[in-house]
């Protein structure tokens, strides 16, 4: 594809219709390489076990402000001492996990609030409001945190509420859950912006530099510096 | 839908104005928009919302048909970056807010702009005027009214259609800043860039890792912000300084002066930048009907002057004439009320010059001179004002460089002078309202300083990122200074990456417009059920409503007034405020209400189920809400229940108990029984 139109004279233009085109091809084709490489790389993380699918139980968590209470129905309860309860998952502190998508499935007898969690991306880190993520509640109840593609040494889960008291039956606790694959490649909000706004960012960042460049080699691309020369 | 209605209504009108001004279609968002204000605001203050709406949707659209007709394909021409970024980003906000529906979190969207939206817009009446449950109702109405015209043919109030509202208003404003850039489409693209993170930028209230409100947010500060810098933007993105630029600028202004009070300042300041421009810059071109020169330099700074006063004239004389309590505009102070606007001003000045200075004026002074400093005061991502003053100063430095014309340097440093007086003005009259105005518990801690100060920071980014683009704009490829197309370039290049880099990092992204998590709105959605609740079991849109929610402190008893709407939230126990600024526990049912100076004070106020029942029959009170109670309530009011709190435990937890009592009366004794109708009954 010839990125200039020819003009009478031997001089050049930039055809920016072409270089747009070029440009949401470019961002598409970077899209699909990034999802193909996180997909690619879960893969293997199963096949290594650093992904796997876990169901936990409260034995298998570190608390604060939390105290276990006994079970009923068969099924585990604890309630929270304060309104910021801290559910810690780890395996040993210093083996990595990836946590692929977390299910907080349970039953509070109050409202619950924000319904975050936190994790760590280094050994021995300390958990921090950086590195966070909120929870989207399904259509069944439970709550369902996305860190599909993250690698962390421990999670934190906080079930937040506006006191404390607040008693919390477990349906179950899952991580390690994988997307289907085609979800690998759907785009979220933030990617819909990037897909949309990042050709005409990097057409505009391409056209701009090109013309720096242009003019920096004195006139090298749009017009022979001889033929400029030639013109007086 | 609706809202994609509105917005074709104001493309319309913008290709309509651009095609019959022939200023650059990129400013006209910005003038449509504030036009629309303005038309609704007239018609709503004489209580003709509904024919305003009518004739507004007839009028742009008629104008959308003639500029089609006349211009046929030609019509493509006008589509500037501005108007792109407009339509394209409006729309993409659209998107993405039907999908997650984002619910109103923050106190002052209950207190007033949610509320009074909501108000608006279900009762097809201005919230002045409207019966609701609303308190404050003298704020002005721009935005207010501005989300009725996109909501118009909307079936109900839809809150996250308020947000997109205020985006499309944002968005007007920063297409604006292309404006000089129409024909240099990858320059603009770099500039509007840079304006649509500027909300991000500039969210300083929150810590790293927090979530984002940008977009989000309903206050007006964020608009107010949009449309200051817009207005600059406008001025200056103008080709021609003739008397069309005069009367657009006028529209935006007025409209900037419809916001909030603070407009009126800000309204000003642009007209102070622009009028010192005209004079250093413009004084041979500018053409003002057949006035040249500094004739038609003052007749134009007349005529905006003219708009911002008359916008202010109109929204006083309604609340003084067209409310049904009269207000007096000039009595309403901030929160603390001790002194009136215009006193707030004459006591102001004298202070400036050392007459009766207070000790509040004193301590506010220093307090606002170290807050430039305070690293715990951000203003931006970039931390504190000093910093936003050295990058905005550096800024125009660079612009200073870069300016391939005598007049562009001489622009350059004009606004430097001129935005930098206004600056200082605006500063003061913070200090103003800080001193004299405040409370002050609120004025010791400067209460929302980065809040209120912002608007002015971020117009003022805005006014320089427009002269960079100006630069940008100017500079053609000669063989002389061939550093300086280069330059522009590199430093038009180099201000967007700064921008991205810093937003990217910086910013928020974990929760924020593009991310919204339901679990952010449960106490939202724990009123909403609440409301379901109480609606299932028989409360009525006409009950006057006591909202029994211990341990409030306020938050659930104004969420409640926006979600209920319709019946009238009376009062409710909460905590209070004590004049040390301690949260005061009231204990006891109705307490503030008997005795509101001993909660101030600390005292313990008995309340007892006569005095409840009292309280309730002179406020004429039909129903009772339980949103919270606690064990005190429980074993001392409680056989004022008909079913003795059936379904509630002693310690105040609910297992199944009724949330809404119908209130009786037999004789003198008040009883609380399940309503009728209702699912309790």
Known sequence: ?232 | MDVCIGLASLVGLSLFLARQTGHSPSIMPLVSVALGMMWFTLFACFNLLVPAGILWYVLCALAFAWVLIKEKKAILGYLSPGLLLFLGASLFMLAALAVTKPLLTQWDEFTFWGTAAKATVSTNQLYTIAQSNLIARTYPPGLIVFNYAMQFFGTSFVEYKLMVSLCIVYFAAFAAAAAMLDKKRPAAILILTCMVLLPLFFESGTAQGDVSRAYLTCYSDPALAAVFGGGLALYFGSNKKDAWLGWLLAVVLAALTNIKDIGLALAALVVLVAFVDLIVCERERVAFYKLRGMHAIIAMATLWFAAIIGAYVLWTLHLRYGMPQAVNRFDIGASGQTLSQADMLIAGVLAVFGINRTEQFKQVTADMVYALVDKNRAVSLLGSGIVMLIVIAGLLLLCWLLAPTKKLRRRVVAFAISSFVGFVAYYVFLIFTYSFIFQPVEASVLKDYDRYIMPYWQGWLMGALVLLGGCVAANHTKKRHVWRPVACRAGALAVTAAFLLTVGWRGNWQANVLHVSTTLFSDRLYINNLVQQAEAEGMQPQDVVYILSQNDNGTHFYMLGFVMQASRVLVYSGTAISATGETVAIGNVAARLVNPEAIVGGNDVKCTPEILAAYLREQGVTGFLIDFMDDDFYQDYREMFSDTLAGWQPDGSNTGGLRYYQVVWQGDTCTFVPAQGGAGA
Request: glycine share 8%; aromatic share 12%; with cysteine.
């Open chain 1, 1 to 232: 594809m010839n990125m200039f139109i020819e003009l009478p004279g031997g001089r050049r233009h930039l055809h920016k219709k072409r270089l747009l085109v070029l440009s949401i091809a470019f961002v598409l084709v970077c899209y699909l390489a990034g999802c193909t490489f996180i997909l690619l790389r879960d893969s293997s993380r199963i096949q290594n076990g650093i992904l796997q699918q876990k169901t936990l139980v409260l034995e298998d968590f570190t608390f604060e402000s939390v105290q276990i209470l006994e079970s009923e129905n068969g099924k585990q309860r604890f309630v929270s001492t304060d309104h910021d309860p801290q559910l810690i998952y780890t395996i040993d502190g210093q083996t990595p996990f990836a946590p692929g998508i977390v299910s907080f499935d349970a039953q509070p007898h109050l409202p619950s609030g924000e319904m975050v969690l936190y994790y760590t991306t280094k050994a021995g880190q300390g958990f921090s409001d950086t590195r966070r993520v909120w929870a989207f509640q399904q259509s069944d109840g439970s709550w369902q945190f996305d860190l599909t593609g993250k690698l962390v040494y421990a999670i934190r889960l906080d079930p937040d509420s506006v006191q404390a008291g607040v008693v919390w039956q477990v349906n179950s606790i899952t991580i390690g859950m994988q997307k289907p694959a085609i979800s690998y490649y759907l785009p979220d909000a933030r990617l819909w912006l990037v897909l949309l706004g990042a050709p005409w960012l990097v057409w505009a960042v391409v056209c701009e530099g090109f013309a720096l460049l242009d003019i920096l080699l004195g006139n090298r691309f749009t017009k022979p510096a001889r033929a400029l020369k030639g013109s007086k």
